[in-house]
């Protein structure tokens, strides 16, 4: 594991426990609804933790992901705030500095542009200004991405932003699995953690283990196996690298591995260089924009540590470096797609798309 993983705190069972574990049923739910059960399961187990956000408690929030717990857990753990982010995420440090554990809810990824003060100057630093006394245990919620015609300012991919901040843990999980068993190690930590979560991965189904527990933060999934190329795919762009992978097998013959970082800080460096050292070429999709973003920071580390693997220039998608269009046809235009993908690896392997 990359050292860049040491500012987490794991949250494995014991390898008895594991040993002895009877098979967990597993259910095909949406990733919505495993961010619900996740809170769910969490506010049970611990009194502590409690929701803020704007529209989370009868509206059930913008996305539906807390509908329900404010009938079950009343007022005083689901919390209707007013419009004004600063302060939420404020309350939010306060709050975790005195000994709860608060989960934030920012309705757009955009509007927490309004509280990078507090997220940055306070719960970013708060633990390594005070010589460590105090920790900040909160998680900020935001859901971020573009694909559904609703203009510049509520389109951004901006995981880059908080990546570069020491102090913060960087969430950013692809699967409805990931978004349960990341979510809830998130608010079990004691950092804070941003948690960003893609509006198009919302209604997305897939299997999750009735049981799933806490996923360890710095550790890649690695989606796909393969020999030629590397696909990291970071949020909703490992599905996209997925199905990339998926077809360049049946229609190039080419065998990529596609991995899914789930986590930006810490990075599972490690898992991405033992990949790119066996394909010797990386290929990186995001959705952000390409100028001091993921992309380019992991470009950089792949370069310094594994430069004499590589046979190909790294390649870097990501969506057109421009504010997203409302319109449907030039918003499709903007963002990393499949055939991106597909060209991108063609590329690297010195072959053409045809």
Same mark, same amino acid.
């Given at each position: 594991m990359s050292s860049?993983t040491?500012?987490t705190?794991?949250?494995r069972?014991?390898a008895?426990?594991? =040993?002895?574990?009877?098979? @967990?049923?597993?259910?095909? #739910? *949406?990733y919505?609804?495993?961010?619900?059960?996740?809170?769910?399961?969490?506010m049970?187990a611990?009194e502590r933790?409690f929701?803020?956000?704007?529209?989370i408690?009868?509206?059930g929030g913008?996305?539906?992901? *807390?509908?329900?717990?404010?009938?079950?857990? &009343?007022?005083?753990?689901?919390?209707?705030?007013? #419009?004004s982010e600063?302060?939420i995420?404020?309350?939010?440090?306060?709050?975790?500095?005195?000994?709860?554990?608060?989960v934030?809810?920012?309705?757009?990824l955009?509007?927490?542009? !309004?509280?990078l003060d507090?997220?940055?100057?306070s719960?970013?630093h708060v633990?390594?200004?005070?010589?460590?006394?105090?920790?900040v245990?909160?998680?900020i919620?935001?859901p971020? /991405?573009?694909?559904?015609?609703?203009?510049p300012t509520?389109?951004?991919?901006?995981e880059?932003?908080f990546?570069?901040?020491p /102090?913060?843990?960087?969430?950013?999980p =692809? +699967?409805?699995?990931?978004?349960? &068993?990341?979510?809830k190690?998130a #608010?079990?930590?004691?950092?804070p953690?941003?948690?960003?979560?893609?509006?198009?991965?919302y209604?997305?189904?897939?299997e999750?283990p009735?049981?799933?527990?806490?996923l360890r933060?710095?550790e890649?999934a690695v989606?796909?196996? /393969?020999?030629?190329v +590397?696909?990291?795919g970071?949020s909703?762009?490992?599905?996209?690298?997925?199905?990339?992978?998926e077809?360049?097998a049946?229609?190039?013959?080419?065998s990529?591995?596609v991995?899914?970082?789930r986590?930006l800080?810490?990075?599972?460096l490690d +898992?991405?260089?033992?990949?790119v050292?066996r +394909?010797n070429? !990386?290929? #990186?999709?995001?959705? &952000?924009?390409?100028?001091?973003?993921? &992309?380019?920071?992991? @470009?950089?580390?792949?370069?310094e540590? @594994?430069?004499?693997w590589?046979d190909?220039p790294?390649e870097?998608?990501a969506r057109?470096?421009v504010?997203m269009?409302?319109s449907?046809?030039?918003?499709q235009?903007?963002?990393?797609?499949e055939?991106n993908?597909?060209?991108a690896?063609l590329?690297?392997?010195?072959?053409?798309?045809?």
């Amino acid at each position: 594991m990359s050292s860049e993983t040491s500012a987490t705190t794991p949250h494995r069972p014991p390898a008895d426990e594991q =040993a002895t574990r009877a098979p @967990a049923a597993t259910r095909t #739910i *949406t990733y919505r609804e495993a961010l619900r059960e996740a809170l769910r399961e969490e506010m049970l187990a611990d009194e502590r933790v409690f929701l803020m956000g704007e529209d989370i408690g009868v509206f059930g929030g913008a996305f539906k992901v *807390t509908d329900g717990l404010l009938a079950e857990f &009343g007022e005083e753990r689901v919390r209707d705030t007013p #419009i004004s982010e600063n302060t939420i995420v404020g309350m939010g440090v306060g709050a975790a500095m005195a000994g709860m554990r608060p989960v934030v809810e920012i309705m757009q990824l955009s509007f927490a542009l !309004l509280a990078l003060d507090q997220i940055f100057n306070s719960a970013a630093h708060v633990r390594y200004m005070f010589g460590g006394q105090p920790t900040v245990p909160m998680v900020i919620r935001m859901p971020q /991405g573009a694909g559904h015609q609703l203009g510049p300012t509520h389109s951004h991919c901006l995981e880059s932003f908080f990546l570069h901040v020491p /102090g913060l843990l960087v969430a950013v999980p =692809a +699967t409805p699995a990931d978004a349960k &068993g990341l979510l809830k190690s998130a #608010i079990r930590d004691e950092n804070p953690v941003v948690f960003i979560e893609h509006k198009s991965l919302y209604g997305m189904r897939g299997e999750v283990p009735a049981d799933l527990g806490p996923l360890r933060f710095g550790e890649a999934a690695v989606r796909r196996r /393969g020999s030629d190329v +590397t696909i990291v795919g970071v949020s909703r762009m490992a599905v996209v690298a997925e199905r990339a992978a998926e077809r360049l097998a049946r229609d190039h013959g080419v065998s990529a591995e596609v991995i899914d970082p789930r986590t930006l800080r810490p990075l599972d460096l490690d +898992t991405i260089l033992e990949s790119v050292r066996r +394909t010797n070429r !990386l290929v #990186i999709v995001e959705e &952000g924009w390409p100028h001091g973003g993921v &992309g380019a920071n992991l @470009a950089a580390l792949v370069q310094e540590q @594994a430069f004499d693997w590589l046979d190909a220039p790294i390649e870097r998608i990501a969506r057109a470096d421009v504010p997203m269009p409302y319109s449907r046809p030039l918003e499709q235009a903007a963002l990393p797609h499949e055939e991106n993908v597909v060209a991108a690896v063609l590329a690297t392997l010195g072959r053409g798309a045809g």
